[in-house]
């Protein structure tokens, strides 16, 4: 097809698009028009899904370069948190799967092995691909096979401590390996820490424009193999301040760098991939982007560039669709702020996530008492240590899927110190458009065994408010507070407190004690209906605090005939789990059956989807429990009979 057909016919050029040999073969003025090509297609797609339209539209050039200079999937391309890779799907026959992006049983927003021989990394958690990319490394040399290793690594992943460590062991072992830092100054918002600093300078500074042009003439004019070519770039940088360019930085680690490119220019960035794929060692390829280039809403988006809309959105504005709601995270930033404004020792602290987790409402009445570390959470654990040991009373704000990395750190330098440090995990639960790598499933299991540590699920925006005082109020060990993602729960009142457990319903038969963990307590009050209309009666309670389990719920348990616990946890090591051996330990012989997500790798979908799938709904609890007090009923029966046979013989 001819230039003039490709834009008479836009969007006739993607397409062609099949597989990474149709990008390879394309002139330089059909990848210009494709990637005007590929910004149309996901800025209309995404539009209708909602995902990650900023990051993606920011590395059109970049991935149409590595699927032309390498050859995957012989070549490993690897993404780092992979929400980038909408352009690597597109390039690599997926752009049919994307009008059910992010849906059940639709396309993943992360690579997929299961999609494609083309991915590999599917955990969406940041600043791990330069460790898979050195073990790959490693494996390949060991095997003695001739494969490239390549890793698309953001700025804001790189301040994981992670990349660092991977960074020094890939500098050690000298394996070929191809690192493409995207650099486009952003995670969500401007990215933190003395490399954005460094990395922020060159695009700062007002010889940046020539550094990219004398750069990519150094790219053109020199042979592209061995080790030449970087005496050439060495001499260019020395010219200008090191200061301007990274390089010193990551030479001095022993890793070769290339650039800064444009990484909006693919020919400038396939040159110096290929000047890095010939190398024969590790080398760093420094391409500076911009978030949500080519798509003004995104560009001129100052809060994260439209990182990731949760939904639809509205093309003209990049404004979401979807009427605004109360979220939980809307609550717990208000009831923090107010906290904040009585208790000058309370600060926060997030991982380059202050508008997703509501610290930077704090950030904007308290500037001073807010810190983000970078995508660093187990910096954040240990930084809170510090200063909780310095006096204050830190919350550190993160994903519940994000925490389970500082265990350790949770563990041994905050509780084994007993330590006043508490954790807000948002989107704890089930989350469901970013599958399973972003499910907050194991927190009330994994950090259930930290002794001294407690864990309160509070049931609605009245709880949250109440639970994250009663936290912050601790002051010999850490606290947990964890709510799911999206609106609210609509207060649930109690009819009493016991202790610390809220009693939200009760009835003259004492059938069955439900212990409705978190926001399931509407849940409960449902299935607490229904299973009335069979006759039974069903006491629905709270705990509140679930970890370590109130002593009230197994005096509870032991007036009941049954206990049903139901979770937005795995059950393994849960709530359920934990109750039935305290239980245990109390010599309570009630019969307990524990309702929860099993410990698994569970699809993405809408969060209703996925527990509907796993039978975490009203209707299917009530059935449930229905079925298993019936039981009950027959056994009795039995048992009534077994012992008039008894009695008669
Ligand atoms: C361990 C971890 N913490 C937080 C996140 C949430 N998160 C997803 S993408 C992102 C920003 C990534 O920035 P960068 O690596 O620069 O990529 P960009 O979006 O700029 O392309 C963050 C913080 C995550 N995925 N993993
Ligand atoms: C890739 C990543 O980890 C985040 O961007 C995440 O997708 C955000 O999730 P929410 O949409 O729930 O804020
Ligand atoms: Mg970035």
Same mark, same amino acid.
């Given at each position: ?95 049919? %799967? ?94 933190? %820490? ?218 041994? @330098? ?45 049931? @609605? ?37 016991? %202790? ?99 410990? @698994? ?49």
């Amino acid at each position: 097809m001819s230039v003039e057909e490709g834009t008479a016919n836009h969007g006739r050029l993607l397409s062609t698009v099949r597989g990474p040999q149709d990008v390879k073969r394309m002139t330089a003025e059909q990848l210009d028009i494709l990637a005007a090509e590929i910004r149309d297609f996901l800025i209309a797609k995404v539009s209708r899904t909602g995902g990650h339209i900023g990051p993606n539209l920011g590395v059109v050039e970049i991935t149409l370069a590595m699927h032309r200079v390498f050859d995957s999937p012989r070549d490993r391309l690897l993404f780092d948190t992979g929400h980038q890779a909408y352009v690597h799907k597109i390039v690599t026959g997926r752009q049919d %799967g994307f009008d059910k992006l992010r849906q059940r049983g639709g396309l993943s927003g992360y690579p997929s092995q299961a999609e494609s021989e083309h991915d590999l990394i599917e955990n969406s958690h940041a600043s791990t691909a330069l460790s898979y990319a050195d073990g790959l490394a490693k494996a390949y040399a060991l095997r003695g096979e001739q494969r490239s290793v390549v890793a698309m690594v953001g700025d804001g992943a790189l301040t994981g401590g992670m990349c660092w460590e991977a960074l020094n062991n890939i500098a050690t072992a000298g394996n070929p390996l191809v690192i493409v830092v995207n650099d486009n100054g952003r995670s969500y918002s401007p990215t933190i %820490g003395g490399l954005a600093d460094h990395l922020s300078s060159l695009r700062l500074n007002p010889g940046y424009e020539k550094v990219l042009d004398t750069v990519k003439d150094a790219l053109g004019s020199t042979p592209l193999v061995g080790r030449p070519m970087y005496e050439v770039l060495h001499a260019v940088k020395k010219g200008i301040k090191d200061a301007v360019a990274p390089q010193a930085m990551f030479e001095d680690l022993g890793i070769k760098y290339v650039g800064p490119v444009d990484g909006h220019d693919i020919t400038a960035v396939e040159s110096a991939l290929r000047a890095a794929k010939n190398f024969g060692g590790p080398v760093i390829v420094h391409a500076v982007t911009r978030k949500g280039y080519g798509y003004r809403p995104a560009e001129e988006d100052e809060a994260d560039c439209l990182h990731g809309p949760g939904g639809a959105f509205d093309v003209e504005t990049g404004q979401l669709v979807a009427a605004p709601s109360v979220k939980w995270t809307h609550v717990f930033a208000d009831e923090l702020v107010k906290i904040a404004d009585e208790r000058p020792d309370v600060v926060g602290i997030t991982a380059a996530m202050a508008e997703p987790t509501g610290i930077a409402t704090l950030a904007r009445k308290h500037q001073h008492r807010v810190y983000d570390v970078g995508i660093a959470e187990q910096h954040a654990v240990t930084s809170a240590a510090g200063l909780a040991m310095g006096g204050l009373h830190p919350v550190v704000a993160v994903y519940a899927t994000f925490l389970n990395r500082a265990f350790d750190q949770v563990l041994l @330098d905050v509780a084994m110190h007993k330590l006043p440090v508490t954790f807000v995990l948002d989107r704890a639960g089930i989350t469901g458009p970013d599958g399973p790598s972003h499910y907050g499933i194991w927190d009330m299991s994994v950090f259930g065994v930290v002794p001294g540590l407690r864990i309160a699920a509070p049931r @609605d925006a009245g709880s949250l408010r109440e639970e994250l005082r009663e936290a912050v109020a601790v002051d010999d060990g850490p606290t947990i507070v964890r709510f799911p993602t999206g609106t609210v729960a609509a207060d649930l009142p109690a009819v009493r407190r016991v %202790g610390a457990v809220d009693v939200l319903a009760e009835s003259a038969r004492t059938d069955v004690l439900l212990v409705a963990v978190g926001s399931f307590g509407q849940l409960g009050m449902e299935v607490a209906a229904r299973v009335a209309e069979q006759g039974y009666g069903v006491t629905v309670v709270d705990p509140r605090w679930v970890r370590p389990v109130p002593a009230e719920l197994v005096e509870l348990a032991a007036g009941h005939r049954l206990v049903v616990s139901v979770e937005d946890g795995v059950r393994v090591g849960g709530v359920g789990a934990a109750l039935a051996q305290a239980m245990r330990d109390a010599d309570v012989r009630v019969p307990l059956r524990d309702l929860g997500v099993p410990a @698994d790798w569970h699809p993405h979908g809408t969060r209703a989807q996925i527990l509907a799938d796993l039978g975490l709904t009203a209707q299917d609890v009530a059935r449930d429990v229905t079925g298993w007090i019936s039981g009950l009923d027959d056994q009795s029966g039995e048992t009534v009979q077994a012992d008039e046979a008894a009695a008669k013989n």
